[in-house]
């Protein structure tokens, strides 16, 4: 260890045993889960960045809002809510087929022979 880390993790210290950190919110929680856990360690400060700056979508987020509206179609009853229900999954459809396009997801040989699988659960064609 050099000094500066020893030093920092001395204030730490002296500051937790102090009692400042009690106002913090959240202070004695769980931190919350990582949303780039899944990538490799050297490019998560870049996606994070990313993510931040609006330029990062995930797939897996549009998946699951499609499924949730998917569930909510199937159980509603109202036709004005049915039908604002319908244009926004096809709104999210949109934008999930656009993500899937500009990443080439179906691309390599090794990932399209499930591309049927994955457009059929998704009630594409």
Not at 56 to 65: F, I
Not at 93 to 121: C, G, T, W
């Amino acid at each position: 260890m050099d000094i500066a880390h020893i030093v920092a993790e001395d204030k730490i210290k002296r500051a937790i045993k102090d009692g400042e950190f009690q106002s913090i919110k959240g202070m004695g929680q769980p931190l919350p889960k990582d949303d780039a856990a899944h990538l490799p360690e050297s490019l998560r400060m870049g996606y994070r960045l990313l993510k931040n700056a609006g330029m990062a979508e995930d797939e897996g987020a549009l998946k699951k809002e499609l499924m949730t509206l998917d569930h909510l179609i199937a159980k509603c009853r109202n036709e004005t809510e049915l039908e604002h229900l319908e244009k926004k999954r096809t709104e999210k459809q949109v934008r999930l087929d656009q993500l899937i396009e500009k990443k080439e997801m179906f691309s390599k040989p090794a990932s399209s022979h499930y591309k049927e699988k994955v457009y059929k659960r998704f009630g594409r064609p």
